[in-house]
Every structure is written in structure tokens, then in C-alpha cells.
């Protein structure tokens, strides 16, 4: 029999009274936990006030920073100048005339690079600069198989028999003519060769088509050793210096995987091959007239390359971005992007997307008074030009003096003292000698921008709104948190931090003590926050602009003084916010002090409750085992007077 089943032999259910009375003992569990609770809802209180406490700090430290007043506006008349401006750059309007924009310079490797292609020999290994893919192409109506296994006689012999009549075809000069007596049509939709592509043929309706550019060329899937050089197979490994970055390759390495290494490389080149001009070629990563030094270190890769200077390679120079500002110049700058380095303006940094105008010198034929430009000049009869040079300008022409142009053709012209002389072509200048070094002709339509720079009072009216608006913030959850409230019954109820001196005396009070006071050792107008528009209606300790007015021309005429009225060190209105609130969200700080105290409190009470359930349980324990044995006792009793009763009858 199971004595622990409540009244099995007493029939007295006093499990339910082991309950009751457990439950009764527990009432001073359910105190703590209240209290609990209480402690729970301030710790959160004081939580939430500590964050925002710590975003009021937040923006004090950016309102303490003396650079933050100095902040810039930039705006630009020009979509094809965009600029930045440094804290503290000089305000004002800077006037751009962009005449040429700057480009890289380009170190180019001779043409034809590549041998001519082997006629006989495999298409696959032929030294096509092009590929050759297998398929079929079409040639007059005629679908021909092209296998790149076949030599390119043995294709080109294979064409001829499919169209027949008096089509034929000539290989010369790395270079494959068709002839026919008829127009000749080449390709069909259907094709999947691209033989016709690599041999550089394209329509162009007459009887005679030849290739425009020669077969032959490099392999850039191979390694230099494999490779179709004109001058040879190269070296299988060594190394080479580009702007003296060393590169090395091994027998392994493909010409893409040395290009590749090139460009991932810190000689700052982009390095690839031109299969259209078999060449290969170096371009700078970074604009301007700057040169690029290649040196073989062993091997041969430059020199079979064909890009160093003693194989017939050759530099093409860079071009500086030429410009003036504010009718200073022109000047010159290696990047796209002006800054002090060549404008002298501290802090501004103008890109440039266009210009016009510049068109570089490179001849003067001093017996047709003509000059000749290195690219179209892009010039009308009649504009006005000056001359600019970093070398001696032509003989016969000045520095200072404004010409016209007389157009001769799209990359020369002559030049004449007045537009008049230019539009009718006479009375020439009469030019004496060639220019040494560059020279370069400006127009008086270069590119134009203003750059406007401007303190930026709106970023800074901003910041200063949001330091007002935190310090509300903190003012206004410190009086919900702290207020106390009666209903219609008159049932008084305390906000969670009411009674705490800390947040509703101290804190509060040194808030409002450091927003409205003086500053000390301001001699301006501008001494405390009424001063720009802010004050205090006196019946709460939250500020408001009552004057916006006044804000506004503090900000644009006395910036100066606003800036020390929240930098000013150690009584500056921001500087002393952030010191105040730095040590008193400190980890030795009165509210880290308050915040530990309370959780050891939660954690004091939950461990009261535990003792206290364990004395609980353990009077529960034994109110059970007395039970239990007044059951026991209770079944003997029973099954005794059960045996008595059966004797008696």
C-alpha cells in the first residue's frame, strides 16, 4: 500500500494542508519579489538614463572640437568639377579655368611584335595573333570545314576548291588576299569558325578583299620560351624591373600570368597586349607627365617584348591637367585632382572631369608662319589664344599677348595680332624660330567652375539643435522618472526614480547649471546660450530657440565667438558638459556606483529567496514524513481491528 497517497488509510486529505501551509510560508517570498521587481525597474531606469546620458556626452565631444567650427561648405557651378574643402580652408570663391585634362603615360612596345604566321604548319601552332577555332565558314555561298590540325595553304586551298571558278587567294607579306571576278561575300550566320576574323578579312563589296593587319602574333596563353617572338623564342625564366618593382617568372609562367603579376604588382603600370597592333604596352595607373623605367634583370621578357627603348619601344608622354584659378597661371598638375600641391590653396581639393582649349606645339615652319599642333587643336578662325610654355616659346611671339587663330586645317593654323587679320588671313606674326621644350596655345574657352567654400553654418546650427534637443531629452525622462502622479481616489503614485537625489537634485541640476550659465573669459557678446537665441522658460529645466534670428547672425557674423562659447577649454559650454558627464559616466562614477549597488541588491534578494525556499521545503519534508507515519500508524490501527472484528463473529 502506497502511504503517501494523502488520507489512503486516514482518509484525511492532508496534502491539500501541506500546500495551504507551504503556500502560507512562502508569503515572505513574494514581498522580496516585489521588491525585487522595484529594484528591477530602477536599474532599467537608470540604464535608460545612462544612454541617454552617454549620447549627451556624445555630442558634447563633437561640439568641444575647435575643428568642427572650422567645417566647410563646398559647392561647385560645374558638374565637371567636384570638390572638397579641409576644416579651417580660407573662404571664399575660387574661379577654375580647366584647360587639358591630365592623362598616363604610356610606354608602347613596337608593332608586330609577332612572327609572321607559318603557312604550313598547323593552325594551332601557326602563330596566329588571333586564334584560329574550328567550324565551318562561308566564303561565297560555299560552307567550308575549317580543323585548326590543318596548315592555313591547305585551307585556303580547300576554299578555292569549294567556290571554284576564277576565285583564288595570295599569302604575302603575313597578310592573305581574296580575288574573285565577282563581288565577294563573306560569312553566313551559320558559321562557327572564326577563321575569317583571325585572318583579318571583312567584306567590302569589291572583287578584291586583303587582311587588314598582319596574322602573325603572340600567344599569350603560352610561356615566353613557346611563344611566336619576331626576334626568337624567349628566355624560360628570369626577372625584369618595372619603376623599380622586380617581377620574376619561371618555366611554368604564361604571358598572362607575368602581365597578371604586372598589374597586381606595386610598380602602380597596368601591363596587356594589343593583338590588333601586335604590340605590347605599359600604361601608368596614375595620370601626368611622369616617365616609366623597365629594366631587363636576366632574361630577355622586355627586350623580347619589344618595350624597352633600345628594342624600339617608345614613351608616350603623360599629359599634366593645365589650369588656372582666380586668373593665376596656368599651372600645372600631374593629377586630375587640384589641391595645394600646385594650386597652393590649403585644404581644397578640386577633380576635374573636362577641359578644353589646350593644344600642345609641335612644329613652326617659320617661311609659312604656320604651327603645327601634335592632335587636333579643335580651334575656329577668329578665337583668341595666348601662348604657355615651361620651356622658350616660338621666336616672334610673346607670353603676354593675346593672338587669333586663322584655321589651316584640324591640326594647324596661323596666328594674327588682331581678328580682323585673322579672318581675312592676313598680316600674319611673323614667327623667327621653333620653340624648344612645350609649348602649349590656350584658348579663352577653357573649361570654366566656381568653387564656392563657406563655413558651414547649417551643419553647425544642426549640431548645436542636437546638443539642445539631448539635453531636453535627459531633462524630460529625469522628470517622468522622478514625478509622482494621484488618481480621482486619491492614490498617490511614485515614479520608479522618485527619491533619488542623484538623478532629481545632482544630476538634473548640474545639467541645467552647465546648459544656461556664463562662460568664464569670453570678452564678446556671445557669453551663454541666451546670447544665441536659447533659453529657459524658468518653470522647467528643458531649453528652447526662443529666437531664431538671433542664432543666425551669431552664426554668420560672429562664428568666432560661438566657437569658444562651447570650446573654450574647461568652462566652454560643451567642454565642460563632456568633462561633467565623462566622470559621471565613469566606471568609478556615482551612477555605476548606484547601478552596482542595485544589482547586487536583485542579487542579495534572489538569494534570500533561495535560503528562504529552503527552509520552506525542508519544514514541507517533514509535515510530509509525519503524515506519512500517521498514515502508517493509521493502516496497523485499521488492519489490527480488522483481524479483531473477524474473530468475533
Do not use: C
Request: hydrophobic share 35%; net charge negative.
Amino acid at each position: 500500500m502506497d502511504l503517501n497517497v494523502s488520507g489512503l488509510a486516514s482518509g484525511f486529505d492532508w496534502k491539500s494542508m501541506v500546500d495551504q501551509l507551504t503556500n502560507v510560508e512562502r508569503a515572505p517570498q513574494r514581498r522580496m519579489r516585489t521588491e525585487q521587481a522595484g529594484v528591477r525597474a530602477k536599474n532599467a531606469a537608470f540604464t535608460r538614463l545612462k544612454t541617454e546620458l552617454t549620447s549627451l556626452k556624445t555630442v558634447s565631444e563633437q561640439l568641444k572640437d575647435t575643428a568642427f567650427f572650422d567645417t566647410r561648405k563646398v559647392t561647385s557651378s560645374e558638374t565637371h568639377a567636384t570638390a572638397t574643402a579641409d576644416s579651417g580652408t580660407s573662404s571664399g570663391e575660387y574661379n577654375f579655368e580647366i584647360f587639358q585634362l591630365a592623362t598616363s603615360a604610356k610606354q608602347l612596345g613596337a608593332s608586330d611584335v609577332g612572327a609572321a604566321v607559318n603557312t604550313s604548319s598547323a593552325m594551332s601552332s601557326g602563330g596566329f595573333s588571333i586564334a584560329v577555332t574550328g567550324g565551318t565558314v562561308t566564303v561565297q555561298g560555299k560552307q567550308v570545314t575549317v580543323s585548326t590540325d590543318d596548315s592555313l595553304t591547305t585551307t585556303l586551298a580547300a576554299i578555292k576548291t569549294a567556290v571554284g571558278g576564277s576565285f583564288d587567294y595570295s599569302v604575302s607579306g603575313d597578310k592573305v588576299t581574296l580575288t574573285d571576278s565577282s563581288e565577294i561575300v563573306l560569312g553566313s550566320a551559320t558559321d562557327t569558325s572564326n577563321f575569317l576574323q583571325a585572318l583579318r578579312l571583312n567584306a567590302n563589296g569589291t572583287t578584291s578583299i586583303s587582311s587588314s593587319g598582319k596574322l602573325g602574333g603572340i600567344d599569350i596563353s603560352v610561356t615566353p620560351a613557346n611563344a611566336n617572338f619576331t626576334d626568337g623564342a624567349g628566355a624560360a625564366s628570369g626577372s625584369f624591373k618595372i619603376n623599380g618593382t622586380t617581377i620574376s617568372w619561371d618555366s611554368s609562367a604564361t604571358i598572362t600570368d607575368i602581365l597578371d603579376k604586372i598589374n597586381s604588382s606595386e610598380a602602380s603600370v597596368y601591363a596587356n597586349y594589343d593583338p590588333v597592333n601586335d604590340r605590347f604596352l605599359l600604361t601608368n595607373k596614375t595620370t601626368g607627365d611622369v616617365g616609366i623605367t623597365l629594366e631587363d634583370v636576366t632574361g630577355d621578357f622586355l627586350a623580347k617584348t619589344q618595350l624597352l627603348n633600345a628594342n624600339s619601344g617608345a614613351l608616350s608622354r603623360g599629359k599634366n591637367l593645365l589650369y588656372k584659378v582666380n586668373d593665376a597661371g596656368p599651372l600645372e598638375s600631374k593629377s586630375n585632382t587640384i589641391d595645394s600641391n600646385s594650386s597652393g590653396i590649403q585644404g581644397l581639393a578640386v577633380t576635374a572631369t573636362k577641359g578644353n582649349g589646350a593644344s600642345k606645339i609641335s612644329s613652326v615652319d617659320t617661311s609659312g608662319e604656320t604651327v603645327t599642333t601634335e592632335s587636333s587643336h579643335g580651334y575656329s578662325t577668329g578665337e583668341a589664344v595666348t601662348v604657355y610654355s615651361p620651356g622658350t616659346i616660338p621666336g616672334g611671339l610673346s607670353s603676354n599677348t593675346t593672338y587669333y587663330v586663322r584655321v589651316l586645317s584640324s591640326s594647324s593654323y596661323s596666328l594674327h595680332t588682331t581678328k580682323a587679320n585673322a579672318e581675312s588671313g592676313t598680316n600674319a606674326v611673323d614667327l623667327t624660330s621653333a620653340q624648344t621644350g612645350d609649348v602649349y596655345m590656350m584658348s579663352s574657352s577653357p573649361k570654366i567652375a566656381t568653387v564656392s567654400v563657406q563655413s558651414d553654418t547649417e551643419t553647425i546650427k544642426n549640431k548645436i539643435a542636437g546638443f539642445i534637443s539631448q539635453i531636453n531629452k535627459v531633462q524630460s525622462l529625469i522628470k517622468t522618472q522622478t514625478a509622482s502622479s494621484t488618481d480621482a481616489d486619491g492614490k498617490v503614485t511614485l515614479g520608479v526614480l522618485a527619491g533619488e537625489s542623484l538623478v532629481s537634485m545632482t544630476i538634473s541640476g548640474d545639467i541645467r547649471t552647465k546648459a544656461i550659465e556664463s562662460v568664464d573669459g569670453l570678452s564678446g557678446t556671445i557669453t551663454r546660450l541666451e546670447s544665441i537665441g536659447y533659453t529657459s522658460s524658468g518653470y522647467s529645466n528643458e531649453l528652447s530657440l526662443s529666437d531664431s534670428s538671433t542664432l543666425e547672425t551669431a552664426l554668420s557674423e560672429n562664428l568666432g565667438q560661438v566657437k569658444s562659447l562651447f570650446t573654450t577649454t574647461t568652462d566652454g559650454l560643451a567642454n565642460s558638459m563632456y568633462t561633467y558627464l565623462d566622470t559621471l559616466l565613469d566606471d568609478d562614477g556615482s551612477l555605476e556606483t548606484t547601478q552596482n549597488n542595485l544589482t547586487n541588491q536583485i542579487s542579495s534578494i534572489d538569494q534570500q529567496i533561495a535560503d528562504h525556499e529552503r527552509r520552506v521545503q525542508m519544514n514541507r519534508d517533514t509535515l510530509i514524513r509525519s503524515f506519512v507515519n500517521m498514515e502508517q500508524a493509521q493502516s496497523k490501527i485499521n488492519n489490527d481491528m480488522s483481524f479483531l472484528m473477524s474473530r468475533f463473529k
